[in-house]
């Protein structure tokens, strides 16, 4: 629950960006799932810090110089 609190105005912003400015912008991500996509994943899988982490290391990558193609959110590693 708390998890959940922490990363909603996180989650806001990026649905804002989504909705409002992305559409006014041509479509350049060099990636699957788009950046955005992937940061709302992440921060729903990994929580604020680890997710954000996650999040804001793919926007950075997302260069002409950097990689391209499928590249999704890496699974929560749960050691039983």
Request: net charge positive.
């Amino acid at each position: 629950m708390l998890k959940k609190i922490l990363i909603f105005p996180f989650l806001v912003i990026v649905r804002f960006y989504q909705l409002v400015i992305s559409p006014l912008t041509p479509a350049s991500c060099r990636f699957e799932p788009t950046c955005s996509t992937y940061m709302i994943q992440a921060l729903k899988e990994h929580g604020l810090f680890y997710g954000g982490f996650l999040g804001l290391k793919r926007i950075v990558s997302c260069n002409p110089w950097g990689k391209t193609g499928y590249d999704p959110v890496p699974k929560k590693n749960c050691n039983h």
